[in-house]
């Protein structure tokens, strides 16, 4: 079964950039798609972006798209997510998700990811 180890959050300025790594552990990504999500206190887990394994399609919530960019490597079995322009609003705990790519489920949806990491506190301050 994969599992999954988050890295790269942290405590960052109003304008910076961070990079999130996604790294799978136990079998490959192969079939699968990457979800990203993030959470806030009292707070839904909200949709942030996915990458399809194969053949990289990505999708992301319309609000954060032209700041943030997912991407995998395949050599290193790792997706990424770039956020840009970080604002005070991205502060949140992110966290990454693993799911069967064809599965009919909504990507942007909890339900369409079986695996998840424990995920990152990304922190902007003002």
């Known amino acids: 079964q994969v599992q999954l180890v988050e890295s790269g959050g942290g405590l960052v300025q109003t304008g910076d950039s961070l990079r999130l790594s996604c790294r799978a552990s136990?079998?490959?990504?192969?079939?699968?798609?990457i979800g990203w999500f993030r959470q806030t206190p009292g707070k839904q887990r909200e949709f942030v972006a996915r990458?399809?394994?194969?053949?990289?399609?990505?999708n992301y919530e319309e609000s954060l798209k032209g700041r943030f960019a997912v991407s995998r490597d395949y050599a290193e079995n790792t997706a990424y997510l770039k956020m840009n322009s970080l604002r005070p609003e991205d502060t949140a705990v992110y966290y990454c998700?693993?799911?069967?790519?064809?599965?009919?489920?909504?990507?942007?949806?909890?339900?369409?990811?079986?695996?998840w990491g424990q995920g990152t506190q990304v922190t902007v301050s003002s």
């Open positions: 998700a693993a799911g069967e790519a064809y599965s009919g489920k909504p990507y942007d949806t909890e339900e369409a990811y079986e695996r």
């Open positions: 136990g079998r490959t990504f192969s079939g699968y798609h």
């Open positions: 990458i399809r394994w194969s053949g990289g399609f990505t």
